[in-house]
C-alpha cells in the first residue's frame, strides 16, 4: 500500500496541494444541508437554474398510485464567437490553423467569426414516486431525463446540418429509501466531482468539461447513508459504475462493423473491473445559504493487452463556501491519472506513440498525469434570485512529460462571466462570456520540447430559458 501510494503521488504533481487544501478546508469550516442551487450532497439531484419553481407551483399530478412531476427547460441559445468553434465549447483551436471554404479559398481560424442559433440542449424529464408514501419499510422512487443532443441523422438528400436533433437519455435510475439509507441504481451522474458550474449555454455538457470540471452519467449501483449531527449533514457514499474509458486513439482498434460505441466491449469492460468511487461530505446551514465539503476517491482498470493494464485513479473535493449572504464561492479540484472517461486530462487518459505503418502495434503507450479544477463566484446583488452574477475559471494540465508526439494537448483553460436575470415566472434570460485558451506541446526526438501552437476563443451566449 505504502508502494502504490507513493506512485500516485509521483505521477502528478498536484496530489499533496490539493490534498493539504482539501483538509485545511474541513477543519476550518465549521459550518453545510441544503443549498441554494439544490440538494447539497448527492449525485443525481437536478440542477436547479436560478429560481427553481416552489413546491406549490410544480407542475405535478397523481396517476393510480404515482405522483408523477414532469420538468424541464425549454432552452433557446444564440451563440457568437470570434473563431470556429463547436456549439458547445469545450477548447479554442488554434489560430494558425486554416479553414477551407466551399470555392478553395483559405483563412486563418482567428479570422473567422461565427453565428449559431441552437434549442438542442433543452431538457425534459419526469420523477415518479408515490402518491401515499409508505410509512414504513423502503420507498421506492424513479427518474428519466432526456435532452435533443443526440446525433443528427443525414441522408443524401438532407445535410446533417439540417434541424433533425434526436431526443439523447441523460439520467434514468430508480431508488429506494429508508430512513438514512438511499440505493440507487441506473444511468447517474458519476460520484466524484458532483457539483457544476451554473450554465445556459452549457447543459448538454457541463461548463468546463475538458477544462478542470470532472463529469460524466454512466450507469451505475450506489448506497447512500446520511447522518445528522446537530444541523451538520454527514454523508457517505459508495458505488461500482460502469468501466467505460472511451480513449479514441486505442478504443477505435476495437471497433467492428455493425457495432456501436455504447454496446461492444471496450478496454474498460475487458478488464472485467467496475470503477470504484467513494465521497464523504458535510453540509451546515451557513449565513443563509449552505457550507459544504466532499472528498471523493475513484479506482479502475483498463485492459491495454491480453495481460497488461493500466489502472485508472483520481481524488477530487467539491466546496461550497457561502462568504456572505450575497456572496457564494463553489468549485471542485482534482488529481489523477488516465481520467478520460470524466474528460479530465484535457480529454486524454493514454498517450500513444503510433508505429509505423499505422497498423502495426504501438510503439509506446504510457498513462497521463493531470490536475485541474474550477471555481465559480455567485454574486446576488438584489439578495434574491431575480438577478445573479457568476464569475469563474478552471483548468486542466497534464503532465508534459506524460505527452507523446500525436498527444499533444497541453493544457486548457478558460474564463467566464454570465448574468442571469428573471424576466417573468419560469422565464429567466442570461449572457454569458468565456475565453478559452489552447496550448499544445511540440516534441523533439520523441520529447516534450518547446511549446507548440496555441488557441484562444472568445464567446458570447445568449439564453433564453422557461422552466416547469
Given at each position: ?59 405535478e399530478t397523481n396517476i393510480g398510485p404515482l405522483k408523477v412531476r414532469p420538468y424541464g427547460t425549454l432552452l433557446m441559445n444564440i451563440q457568437l464567437s470570434d473563431t470556429v468553434i463547436d456549439d458547445i465549447p469545450l477548447w479554442a483551436r488554434t489560430d494558425a490553423s486554416l479553414v477551407t471554404f466551399p470555392d478553395g479559398s483559405r483563412r486563418r481560424n482567428g479570422e473567422i467569426h461565427d453565428l449559431v442559433f441552437t434549442a ?349
Amino acid at each position: 500500500m505504502k508502494k502504490f501510494g507513493s506512485r500516485l503521488l509521483r505521477e502528478n504533481r498536484y496530489g499533496v496541494r490539493l490534498a493539504v487544501f482539501a483538509a485545511a478546508m474541513a477543519l476550518l469550516s465549521p459550518q453545510v444541508g441544503q443549498a441554494q442551487y439544490g440538494q447539497y450532497g448527492g449525485p443525481g439531484e437536478q440542477v436547479q437554474y436560478p429560481s427553481p419553481q416552489p413546491p406549490a407551483e410544480r407542475v405535478e399530478t397523481n396517476i393510480g398510485p404515482l405522483k408523477v412531476r414532469p420538468y424541464g427547460t425549454l432552452l433557446m441559445n444564440i451563440q457568437l464567437s470570434d473563431t470556429v468553434i463547436d456549439d458547445i465549447p469545450l477548447w479554442a483551436r488554434t489560430d494558425a490553423s486554416l479553414v477551407t471554404f466551399p470555392d478553395g479559398s483559405r483563412r486563418r481560424n482567428g479570422e473567422i467569426h461565427d453565428l449559431v442559433f441552437t434549442a438542442r440542449q433543452s431538457v425534459f424529464g419526469v420523477n415518479l414516486s408515490p402518491a401515499s408514501p409508505p410509512t414504513s419499510g423502503w420507498i421506492p422512487s424513479a427518474l428519466v431525463e432526456f435532452d435533443f443532443f443526440g446525433a443528427r441523422p443525414s441522408d443524401a438528400r438532407q445535410p446533417q446540418t439540417r434541424v433533425f436533433n434526436e431526443p439523447r437519455l441523460r439520467l434514468a435510475y430508480f431508488q429506494l429509501e429508508q430512513g438514512m439509507w438511499r440505493i440507487t441504481a441506473g444511468q447517474d451522474k458519476a460520484i466524484i466531482s458532483p457539483l457544476d458550474p451554473v450554465s445556459l449555454s452549457h447543459v448538454a455538457i457541463p461548463l468546463g468539461a475538458t477544462a478542470g470540471n470532472l463529469w460524466m452519467w454512466l450507469p451505475q449501483v450506489r448506497v447512500d447513508h446520511t447522518h445528522q449531527f446537530g444541523n451538520t449533514t454527514a454523508v457517505v457514499q459508495f458505488g461500482v459504475l460502469r468501466p467505460q474509458f472511451g480513449e479514441g486513439e486505442i478504443t477505435d482498434r476495437l471497433t467492428t462493423a455493425g457495432t456501436l460505441s455504447d454496446t461492444f466491449s471496450g478496454l474498460g469492460e475487458r478488464s472485467t473491473h467496475p470503477f470504484y468511487q467513494a465521497r464523504v461530505a458535510i453540509s451546515r446551514p451557513m449565513r443563509g445559504s449552505t457550507f459544504g465539503l466532499g472528498n471523493a476517491f475513484h479506482y479502475g482498470r483498463e485492459a491495454i493487452g491480453s495481460d497488461r493494464n493500466f489502472d485508472s485513479w483520481a481524488y477530487a473535493f467539491d466546496l461550497q463556501l457561502p462568504l456572505h449572504p450575497r456572496l457564494i464561492l463553489r468549485g471542485e479540484g482534482f488529481v489523477g491519472s488516465n481520467l478520460v472517461p470524466f474528460q479530465g486530462g484535457f480529454g486524454q487518459g493514454v498517450s500513444v506513440l503510433a508505429g509505423t505503418p499505422a497498423t502495426a502495434p504501438p510503439v509506446r503507450i504510457q498513462k497521463i498525469g493531470a490536475g485541474g479544477g474550477w471555481a465559480e463566484l455567485a454574486i446576488l446583488p438584489t439578495g434574491n434570485s431575480n438577478n445573479i452574477i457568476y464569475l469563474g475559471a478552471g483548468t486542466d494540465d497534464p503532465r508534459d512529460s506524460h505527452l507523446l508526439p500525436g498527444t499533444g494537448r497541453a493544457k486548457n483553460s478558460f474564463l467566464w462571466a454570465s448574468y442571469f436575470r428573471q424576466l417573468a415566472n419560469r422565464v429567466t434570460l442570461a449572457f454569458e462570456w468565456s475565453n478559452w485558451q489552447f496550448r499544445t506541446e511540440s516534441f523533439v526526438g520523441g520529447r516534450p520540447g518547446p511549446r507548440g501552437n496555441f488557441g484562444s476563443a472568445n464567446v458570447f451566449n445568449l439564453a433564453l430559458a422557461y422552466q416547469f
